[in-house]
């Protein structure tokens, strides 16, 4: 395949790689300095553009280049109120589209065990749900996409809740997730099932963002020669 890399920083980088290692070549690498190159994108020069740019930004790169007919990879997280107009645009050119706050096999392993968990404790009185996540100082949204997606898995389980909460106790059926920032954390995510006695808790620490990485590309394999609007688990055959 021939991919476009939208957003050559931590991410970008690391998805090149794997997009070597894997026998892809790089039609283009744009970053901001060069952002005006993105309407050069085209399906003769392109087969699939992987989008890892961020809150700020994704949403106008997206309307572009789905816009343009592209099929795209999308891991920016943070702009997930604009998500429904690109799904829209995409089946309206003809093209394919995937969004996830997290391309992980590992975390997306971790969403289905803890919705096992919260099926198990949905009967069990007296225990508060919260989550805790912890990412890199420079990480521009909070809380994490990772960690709004766990809280709507938890919540299809867990009818009570309602939208979540940041940084405060549990408010209005709201559940509150925990945003740390600290050097240097890829990404940990912690479901905590906690009363007086005692805590119960499920997490998924990443080691680094080589998982993010290849799931992106994994992905782009998978949506480059189809159409229609897809999710990170049926491309990982984790539906069930
Ligand atoms: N979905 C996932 O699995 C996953 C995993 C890790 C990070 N992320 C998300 O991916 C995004 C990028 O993360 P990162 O750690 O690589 O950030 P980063 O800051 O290291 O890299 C982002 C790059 O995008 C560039 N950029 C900004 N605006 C641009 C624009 N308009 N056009 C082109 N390039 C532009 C920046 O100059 C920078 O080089 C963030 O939203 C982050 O939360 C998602």
């Known amino acids: 395949m021939k991919v ?8 970008g980088k690391i998805i090149e790689g794997f ?11 744009i970053d901001k ?16 553009c992987i989008e890892f740019t961020g809150p700020n930004s994704a949403k106008a790169n997206l309307e572009i280049l789905v816009g343009n007919g592209m099929p795209v990879v999308c891991g920016s997280t943070g702009w997930y109120s604009e998500l429904t107009f690109i799904q829209e645009l995409a089946v309206k050119n003809d093209t394919s589209f995937v969004a996830a706050s997290n391309f992980s096999i590992g975390v997306n392993l ?31 949204d909070a809380p994490s996409g990772t960690a709004i997606t766990l809280s709507e898995e938890v919540s299809s389980v867990l009818e009570q809740f309602d939208g979540f909460s940041l940084n405060e106790e549990a408010v209005d059926a709201k559940m509150p997730i925990y945003a740390l920032r600290e050097e240097d954390v890829p990404g940990t995510h912690e479901l905590v099932f906690r009363n007086e006695i005692d805590e119960i808790s499920l997490k998924h620490i990443a080691f680094n963002r080589n998982g993010f990485a290849l799931g992106a ?24």
């Open 19 to 29: 997009l070597i290692e894997r026998g892809h070549s790089i039609s283009f690498k």
């Open 4 to 11: 476009a890399i939208i957003g050559y920083g931590k991410m």
């Open 110 to 140: 971790f969403f289905e065990a803890a919705k096992d968990l919260s099926k198990i404790m949905k009967n069990q009185d007296g225990y508060g749900v919260s989550i805790r996540e912890t990412h890199h100082t420079q990480k521009l």
């Open 33 to 48: 300095e060069n952002f005006h190159q993105l309407k050069d994108i085209n399906r003769e020069n392109t087969d699939v």
């Open 217 to 240: 590309v994994v992905a782009a394999e998978y949506i480059f020669d189809k159409k229609g609007v897809f999710t990170i688990r049926e491309i990982l055959k984790l539906i069930g």
